[in-house]
């Protein structure tokens, strides 16, 4: 992949779930150690989160769309190596968080997702993303 082309996005908006079914990935052995690696990425680049938990969910037994998934996100990371968490100096400590949610977004299990951000003057301190356990039944309720 060191000779990829680097792409803008991290993750196509409509990706297929492995639970719905496709061609099984052949070779499951070469899948799993590049999925565990780029867990690590996450920590510093809080923009590719969501994907590579994505392709994390089909670790059991991933499809070729997950392998796709996978390239993907190893030709954004090519293209946005300059990208991550720094953290500068600033006279603002001002504390703002933003909230977001989106309703039954996963067509596999209807759960919807939930995610935060919190910084502090111009610096990301903290941020979450996850899966909520229950189904929603209205946007409210997300």
């Known amino acids: 992949m060191s000779d990829c082309k680097a792409i803008l996005t991290p993750m196509a908006t409509i990706v297929k ?3 719905i079914g496709g061609v099984p990935f052949s070779d499951v052995s070469h899948y799993r150690p590049i999925v565990g690696a780029l867990q690590y990425v996450t920590l510093i680049r ?3 989160a969501f994907c590579i938990n994505r392709a994390c969910q089909a670790m059991h037994s991933p499809i ?3 392998w796709t998934l996978v390239k993907q996100i190893l030709c ?3 293209g946005t ?3 991550g968490l720094f953290f500068e100096h600033s006279p603002n400590f001002t504390l703002q968080a933003f909230n977001d949610a989106d309703w039954a977004r996963s067509s596999s299990d209807r759960h919807s997702t939930g995610g935060y951000a919190i910084f502090l003057g111009p610096n990301l301190i903290s941020w979450q993303s996850r899966k909520q356990k229950t189904i929603s039944r209205s946007s409210t309720e997300s």
Do not use: A, G, R
């Open 64 to 66: 070729e769309e997950d």
């Open 81 to 83: 190596s300059s990208h």
């Open 17 to 19: 779930s492995s639970t």
């Open 46 to 48: 809080p923009d590719v």
């Open 76 to 78: 954004y990371l090519k």
